[in-house]
């Protein structure tokens, strides 16, 4: 045993304590309401740019391709958490970062939206915080690479 309370040659099943599982279905939930609602937005995006007249079509365009890229990104992230796939973590991290830095500003400016910062803000933080904890971070290795890693890691 570590000083977690966990075998380190056994990450899948050390995860199976309750407190573990309900936080790595926390963090799959968090991710797939994150990508319907980036769904959601592209959705809204399109009508717009369907229903009024922006001031540059292809700035829209380029705004709704951008948007499908996340969505289908922060999905495919959020499918691979069911698997616990080791990259999926990493990705999931890369995607609440910037999810933090749009909340960041979304709290200043002329048009501050603190409401919309903290929808952003607060999964963002929930879901770093929840894989950057041992034993969830140790549930999305796979068991070979445990024996590899250095000490410390």
Do not use: C
Not at 9 to 24: F, T
Not at 28 to 50: H, I, Y
């Amino acid at each position: 045993m570590n000083q977690d309370g966990l075998e380190p040659n056994m990450p899948h099943e050390a995860s199976d304590s309750g407190g573990v599982r309900a936080a790595l279905v926390t963090v799959t939930g968090l991710l797939f309401l994150e990508a319907a609602a980036l769904v959601a937005v592209v959705v809204w995006l399109v009508v717009d740019v369907l229903a009024l007249k922006p001031s540059s079509y292809a700035t829209a365009v380029a705004l709704i391709v951008l948007v499908v890229i996340g969505a289908i990104w922060v999905t495919a992230v959020a499918v691979a958490s069911i698997r616990r796939a080791p990259w999926s973590r990493a990705a999931a991290i890369v995607w609440q970062v910037l999810q933090v830095s749009v909340a960041v500003g979304a709290f200043q400016g002329l048009f501050a939206r603190p409401d919309v910062g903290w929808l952003l803000l607060v999964p963002a933080v929930t879901v770093i915080g929840l894989l950057l904890w041992a034993p969830v971070r140790l549930a999305y290795t796979r068991p070979g690479d445990v024996d590899r890693a250095p000490d410390g890691a």
